[in-house]
Protein backbone atom coordinates (compact mmCIF):
# COMPACT_ATOMS: atom_id res chain seq x y z
CA UNK A 1 0.00 0.00 0.00
CA UNK A 2 2.92 2.53 0.32
CA UNK A 3 1.11 5.03 2.17
CA UNK A 4 2.60 6.00 5.32
CA UNK A 5 0.57 6.36 8.03
CA UNK A 6 0.97 8.93 11.36
CA UNK A 7 -1.00 8.96 14.46
CA UNK A 8 -2.00 12.69 14.48
CA UNK A 9 -1.83 13.15 10.78
CA UNK A 10 -3.41 10.52 9.17
CA UNK A 11 -1.95 8.44 5.80
CA UNK A 12 1.26 10.26 4.77
CA UNK A 13 0.57 10.14 0.70
CA UNK A 14 3.61 10.65 -1.33
CA UNK A 15 4.34 14.05 -2.77
CA UNK A 16 6.70 16.20 -4.79
CA UNK A 17 7.84 19.70 -5.01
CA UNK A 18 5.33 22.06 -7.37
CA UNK A 19 8.76 23.04 -9.69
CA UNK A 20 9.43 19.30 -10.21
CA UNK A 21 5.52 18.97 -10.89
CA UNK A 22 5.38 22.18 -13.41
CA UNK A 23 8.45 19.53 -15.07
CA UNK A 24 5.98 16.99 -15.16
CA UNK A 25 3.30 18.20 -16.03
CA UNK A 26 2.80 19.79 -19.91
CA UNK A 27 0.93 22.10 -19.20
CA UNK A 28 2.00 23.59 -15.48
CA UNK A 29 -0.91 26.51 -15.86
CA UNK A 30 -3.12 23.25 -15.07
CA UNK A 31 -1.28 22.44 -11.51
CA UNK A 32 -3.35 25.52 -9.76
CA UNK A 33 -6.45 24.20 -11.62
CA UNK A 34 -6.61 20.55 -10.66
CA UNK A 35 -5.61 22.09 -6.94
CA UNK A 36 -9.30 23.84 -7.02
CA UNK A 37 -10.82 20.80 -8.12
CA UNK A 38 -9.41 18.47 -5.58
CA UNK A 39 -7.74 16.38 -7.57
CA UNK A 40 -4.55 16.88 -6.02
CA UNK A 41 -3.04 19.34 -3.39
CA UNK A 42 -0.37 22.38 -3.26
CA UNK A 43 0.38 22.89 0.19
CA UNK A 44 1.98 25.43 1.71
CA UNK A 45 5.49 24.56 1.28
CA UNK A 46 4.56 23.73 -2.43
CA UNK A 47 4.55 20.38 -2.00
CA UNK A 48 2.17 18.55 -4.24
CA UNK A 49 0.67 15.45 -3.57
CA UNK A 50 -2.96 13.78 -4.40
CA UNK A 51 -5.86 15.48 -2.63
CA UNK A 52 -6.86 12.15 -0.41
CA UNK A 53 -6.15 8.69 -0.08
CA UNK A 54 -9.26 7.76 -2.59
CA UNK A 55 -7.58 10.08 -4.98
CA UNK A 56 -3.78 8.22 -4.86
CA UNK A 57 -5.42 4.52 -5.08
CA UNK A 58 -7.53 6.08 -8.34
CA UNK A 59 -4.38 7.64 -9.83
CA UNK A 60 -1.92 4.04 -8.74
CA UNK A 61 -5.28 1.93 -10.34
CA UNK A 62 -5.10 4.10 -13.48
CA UNK A 63 -1.50 3.45 -13.51
CA UNK A 64 -1.30 -0.04 -13.21
CA UNK A 65 -3.75 -0.52 -16.23
CA UNK A 66 -2.96 -2.85 -18.67
CA UNK A 67 -1.62 -0.94 -21.65
CA UNK A 68 -1.11 2.29 -19.69
CA UNK A 69 2.80 2.79 -20.25
CA UNK A 70 2.01 2.78 -23.81
CA UNK A 71 -0.96 5.00 -23.95
CA UNK A 72 0.44 7.49 -21.75
CA UNK A 73 3.80 7.91 -24.33
CA UNK A 74 1.28 7.95 -27.37
CA UNK A 75 -0.64 10.64 -25.76
CA UNK A 76 2.50 12.67 -24.95
CA UNK A 77 3.64 12.02 -28.50
CA UNK A 78 0.29 14.12 -29.60
CA UNK A 79 0.75 16.85 -27.45
CA UNK A 80 4.16 17.17 -28.77
CA UNK A 81 2.91 17.59 -31.81
CA UNK A 82 0.30 19.74 -31.24
CA UNK A 83 2.09 21.82 -29.44
CA UNK A 84 4.85 22.00 -31.92
CA UNK A 85 2.28 23.25 -34.59
CA UNK A 86 1.78 26.60 -32.43
CA UNK A 87 5.94 27.21 -31.93
CA UNK A 88 6.11 26.76 -35.80
CA UNK A 89 5.29 28.83 -38.80
CA UNK A 90 5.60 26.84 -42.43
CA UNK A 91 4.98 28.63 -45.58
CA UNK A 92 4.22 26.50 -48.50
CA UNK A 93 5.80 28.32 -51.53
CA UNK A 94 3.66 26.81 -54.57
CA UNK A 95 3.41 29.74 -56.80
CA UNK A 96 6.88 31.05 -57.71
CA UNK A 97 6.60 28.80 -60.98
CA UNK A 98 6.21 30.43 -63.55
CA UNK A 99 7.47 34.15 -62.52
CA UNK A 100 5.31 34.23 -59.19
CA UNK A 101 6.55 36.13 -56.63
CA UNK A 102 6.44 37.33 -52.88
CA UNK A 103 7.11 39.91 -51.09
CA UNK A 104 7.04 39.49 -47.16
CA UNK A 105 6.76 42.29 -44.88
CA UNK A 106 7.64 42.06 -40.97
CA UNK A 107 6.73 44.83 -38.45
CA UNK A 108 7.50 45.34 -34.99
CA UNK A 109 5.04 45.61 -32.24
CA UNK A 110 3.85 49.24 -33.19
CA UNK A 111 3.30 47.66 -36.60
CA UNK A 112 6.22 49.85 -38.18
CA UNK A 113 7.76 48.22 -41.14
CA UNK A 114 11.18 46.41 -40.24
CA UNK A 115 11.96 44.24 -43.41
CA UNK A 116 10.62 43.84 -46.82
CA UNK A 117 11.67 40.36 -47.77
CA UNK A 118 11.08 39.58 -51.87
CA UNK A 119 11.07 35.90 -52.87
CA UNK A 120 11.19 34.71 -56.37
CA UNK A 121 12.99 31.51 -58.34
CA UNK A 122 16.15 32.26 -59.75
CA UNK A 123 17.09 30.39 -63.15
CA UNK A 124 19.73 27.52 -62.63
CA UNK A 125 22.76 28.27 -64.66
CA UNK A 126 21.97 25.36 -66.77
CA UNK A 127 18.53 26.72 -67.86
CA UNK A 128 20.25 29.65 -68.57
CA UNK A 129 22.43 28.40 -71.04
CA UNK A 130 19.98 26.55 -73.28
CA UNK A 131 18.44 30.24 -74.16
Not at 6 to 18: F, N, R, T
Not at 42 to 48: E, P
Not at 91 to 104: A, E, F, H, Q, S
Request: aromatic share 8%; hydrophobic share 35%.
Amino acid sequence: DNLEYDQEKGHMLPQIPLHKARQIMTRADFIQSYDAINIFTIDSKAMVRADSVPMMNAFREICAEEGFDEYLEATLDRISAIESLGRTRELTIKDLWDGGKYRVTTRNAKGAIEKLINFEVEEKEEDKDKD
